[in-house]
């Protein structure tokens, strides 16, 4: 089962991260507030699937390691640690005081100051997330033949 469901829900997981990085993107550069606005407030709610979806990830990779810790796993591994840590310390944080100075209409310097936190470390969840879904089909054998050594053609 964990077969099945780690890289459904780390698909998810990542989804989700990209659409709110994306989505602040567009509208801070094409939106006006009220669209702003809109978006900050919609992304708390994506935590109700987030959080789970990262859980289901971390919980069938650990069981789908099955105790090793060396090689790509181990790299895997000692990702999941610093993603979750952005996560929680970071960027859920971010995006509960970004909603509600959004909803207040406060888009104010400390507002952008920590958009400008909230989306290098969300782009570095992206990246941490990326590597291990690399490494995953790496693992299975699902990467191209020119990828799998980490150069491309």
């Known amino acids: 089962m964990s077969k099945l469901i780690h890289p459904i829900a780390g698909g998810i997981a990542t989804l989700l991260i990209a659409s709110f990085w994306i989505s602040t993107v567009i509208t801070e550069l094409l939106g006006n507030a009220a669209q702003i606005a809109a978006v900050k407030t919609a992304i708390p709610w994506g935590f109700l699937l987030l959080v789970p979806s990262l859980a289901a990830t971390a919980a069938t990779g650990v069981i789908r390691s099955g105790g090793r810790k060396g090689g790509i796993v181990g790299r895997k591994l000692r990702r999941m640690p ?25 888009l104010d310097s ?44």
């Open 82 to 106: 610093i993603i979750a840590a952005n996560g929680v310390l970071i960027l859920i944080p971010a995006a509960l005081f970004r909603s509600m100075k959004a909803r207040m209409g406060d």
């Open 110 to 153: 400390a507002f952008y100051a920590v958009q400008t936190i909230e989306l290098l470390a969300g782009a570095a969840n992206l990246t941490l997330l990326g590597m291990n879904m690399r490494d995953g089909l790496r693992m299975t054998h699902r990467l191209p033949r020119h990828f799998r050594r980490g150069t491309a053609v």
